[in-house]
């Protein structure tokens, strides 16, 4: 069993910044991919950010050059850098993580936290 807790969510004023953090605990043998989503009130869920073994990124557009995804591999944490905040920004996020859970198997099964609420005032 993983369980992924999410903390740095908060309220904020448009134009400041929030550094999302996501640790990964349990037994865990790898990690593969890495990744924040968000769901707004009315909304369907979408990715915000991925990271991948090796470094790769992806990022929607809407952050692009306002959002950071990073990963300390030792910690099993993937962090969130968000900067220039806009009210449309407000959503709950969710961490994600692809984990290989089973000794010797490379099968990787996807993880989800809790969810931590972000809002951004006008």
């Known amino acids: 069993q993983v369980q992924l807790v999410e903390s740095g969510g908060g309220l904020v004023q448009a134009g400041e910044s929030l550094r999302l953090s996501c640790a990964a605990s349990?037994?865990?043998?790898?990690?593969?991919?890495m990744a924040w989503y968000r769901q707004a009130p009315g909304k369907q869920r979408e990715l915000v950010a991925q990271?991948?073994?090796?470094?790769?990124?992806n990022y929607a557009d809407s952050v692009k050059g306002r959002f950071t995804i990073s990963r300390d591999n030792a910690k099993n944490t993937v962090y969130l850098q968000m900067n220039s905040l806009k009210p449309e920004d407000t959503a709950v996020y969710y961490c994600?993580?692809?984990?290989?859970?089973?000794?010797?198997?490379?099968?990787?099964?996807?993880?989800w936290g809790q969810g931590i609420q972000v809002t951004v005032s006008s």
């Open positions: 349990g037994t865990i043998f790898s990690i593969d991919r």
């Open positions: 994600s993580t692809d984990a290989a859970v089973v000794f010797g198997s490379s099968n990787m099964f996807r993880y």
């Open positions: 990271i991948v073994t090796g470094g790769r990124t």
